[in-house]
C-alpha cells in the first residue's frame, strides 16, 4: 500500500525514503559522479592535447580556437549527472533546483552577483600584494583569450561559455545537487552555505586566487539562500562572470 503508514522492508516510512539512493539523498551521488567526471575529463584531455595519444596533435588543426574550447568540456560535464539525477530519482530540473529564474530571482541575483564582483575584486587587490602582478594575471580566461587571438566568432562562443553554461553546470552542480543533499540531511544552511563556496573555489583549480573565489562564492550561495532556488544563484553568478567575458574582447 501507498498509504502514511506504509513501510519499507527496512522498517522506515516509505515518505522518510523518498529521494534517497545507497541511504543518502541523490544529490550526493550525482555531485560526486559530475566531479569524478569532471577530474576524468580533464585528464583525458590534457593527455590528448600533450599529444602523446597515438600521436595525435589536435594543435596541429588549421585553427586553434576549437582545440583551446575543448578547455571548457570537462567544467560543462559538472551538470550532467545531477540532471540525470534529477530525472530518475528527483522531480525535474524546476521542482528540484528552481532552476529557471523568476523576478525575484533577478533582482536578488543581479544585486549577489554585483557585490560578489565588489568581494573579488577587493580580495583579489589583497592577493596581488601577496602573490605578485604576473602570478595573478596567470588564469584561464587570459590563456584562452591568448589562444583564440581576434578570431570574433570563437571570442564570442567564449564568452558565452563563460557567462551561460560555465555558471549553469556549476549551479546545478553545487548549489544544486549538492546543496540539496545536504540539505535534506538537516545541515544547518550557514554550514551548507560555506561548504558550497569551498568546493566552488575548488572546481576553479586557481590556488592564487582561491580567497578570492571563496569570498565571491559565499556571495553568490547566499542568492540561494535567500532564495532557495538555484535560479538566483544562476544570475548571481552569470552577473559575476560578465565582466571578465567582456574582457576577452580587449585582450591584446
Not at 112 to 137: D, H, I, P, Q, S
Not at 175 to 190: C, D, I, K, S, T
Not at 237 to 248: G, I, T, Y
Request: proline share 6%.
Amino acid at each position: 500500500m501507498h498509504g502514511g503508514q506504509a513501510e519499507e522492508p527496512s522498517g522506515e516510512p516509505a515518505a522518510a525514503r523518498d529521494g534517497l539512493v545507497f541511504g543518502a539523498h541523490w544529490g550526493f551521488l550525482t555531485f560526486f559522479a559530475g566531479l569524478g567526471g569532471y577530474h576524468l575529463a580533464g585528464l583525458l584531455l590534457t593527455v590528448l592535447v600533450s599529444g602523446r595519444v597515438d600521436e595525435f596533435d589536435p594543435l596541429e588543426l588549421p585553427e586553434l580556437g576549437p582545440v583551446i574550447l575543448l578547455a571548457f568540456l570537462p567544467n560543462v560535464l559538472l551538470g550532467l549527472a545531477p540532471v540525470a539525477g534529477s530525472r530518475i530519482w528527483g522531480n525535474g530540473l524546476r521542482a528540484d533546483f528552481g532552476i529557471l529564474p523568476d523576478l525575484r530571482d533577478l533582482k536578488i541575483g543581479l544585486a549577489c552577483g554585483g557585490f560578489a564582483l565588489l568581494v573579488g575584486y577587493l580580495l583579489n587587490l589583497v592577493l596581488l600584494g601577496v602573490y605578485g602582478t604576473e602570478r595573478m594575471e596567470q588564469n584561464p580566461l587570459t590563456e584562452l583569450a591568448g589562444g583564440i587571438g581576434d578570431n570574433a566568432g570563437w571570442l564570442v562562443l567564449a564568452a558565452l561559455v563563460v557567462v551561460l553554461a560555465a555558471p549553469l553546470t556549476e549551479e546545478i552542480l553545487v548549489r544544486g545537487a549538492l546543496w540539496n543533499g545536504l540539505e535534506r540531511h538537516r545541515v544547518p544552511p550557514w554550514v551548507i552555505l560555506v561548504l558550497t563556496a569551498l568546493v566552488f573555489a575548488y572546481i576553479h583549480s586557481e590556488p592564487a586566487r582561491t580567497l578570492a573565489l571563496i569570498g565571491q562564492g559565499l556571495v553568490i550561495g547566499s542568492a540561494r539562500l535567500i532564495t532557495g532556488r538555484v535560479g538566483a544563484s544562476l544570475v548571481a553568478h552569470a552577473a559575476n562572470n560578465l565582466p571578465p567575458a567582456l574582457l576577452l574582447f580587449a585582450s591584446p
